[in-house]
Each structure stands twice: as C-alpha cells, then as structure tokens.
C-alpha cells in the first residue's frame, strides 16, 4: 500500500507559479510510477505530466507541454509538480496517483491514463483567478 498526500494548491493570479507536493508513505517512490492528474468542475479527469519508477522517463500530454514539469526527490519520498504562467484553465482538483511496478519494468514508460494507476491521493484545490 502507498499513502499518498497533496499539498501546495492555493489561490493564485493568472501568471503565477505555484508547486505542488506528493508525499509518499508505505512505499518508496522509486518503487512506483507517479502520476498528477487534474479535474475541474463539469469535466473529466486528465493526465498532467507522470514518472517512471526508474525517474528516467516522463510523459507530459502535448497540451501541458512547457508550463508543467514533474520531478521527484527520492531523499524526501516526495513527487512534485511545478506549474508556471497559470491560466484560469488551470483551475481544478490537482491529485496525484501511483502505480505499482515491477522492478524488471523499471524503466517503461508511465502509464498515461488515470485507469492505470493504484493509489490515489486527496487532492488539492488550485484556483487561478484572472
């Protein structure tokens, strides 16, 4: 089992910057893939950016390309997400989620769907206003 907890989200203005965490307990991170996912009201659920459990690949949709980036410290068990220039797009639940992988698998590329992942975080609210 991982226990995974969000933090980090807030009310920002368009163009700011803001980082989200994942803190991992019950397993290390580089045990699984990482995944952040977001859904805003009326809408379904969408991949943002995931990780391999190696931390070598990582898979951004073509619409997150360049404000968005994923990237992990194994020293603290946590995942983050940096995100910057927000729009009020961007305004949704932020959650992120983990899978479990072999370690034969270390190196394949995350799943890109939400459907492929175990463990699912809380979520943090991120709300950009214009």
């Known amino acids: 089992q991982v226990q995974l907890v969000e933090s980090g989200g807030g009310l920002v203005q368009a163009g700011d910057s803001l980082r989200l965490s994942c803190a991992a307990s019950?397993?290390?991170?580089?045990?699984?893939?990482v995944g952040w996912f977001r859904q805003a009201p009326g809408k379904e659920r969408e991949t943002v950016a995931a990780?391999?459990?190696?931390?070598?690949?990582?898979y951004y949709p073509e619409s997150m390309l360049g404000r968005f980036t994923i990237s992990r410290d194994t020293a603290e068990n946590t995942v983050y997400l940096q995100m910057n220039s927000l729009k009020p797009e961007d305004t949704a639940i932020y959650y992120c989620a983990a899978k479990d992988v072999d370690y034969s698998r270390r190196y394949s590329s995350p799943p890109r769907a939400s459907a492929g992942y175990d463990y699912w975080g809380q979520g943090t609210q991120v709300t950009v206003s214009s």
């Open positions: 990780v391999s459990r190696s931390g070598l690949n990582k």
């Open positions: 019950g397993r290390t991170i580089s045990s699984v893939a």
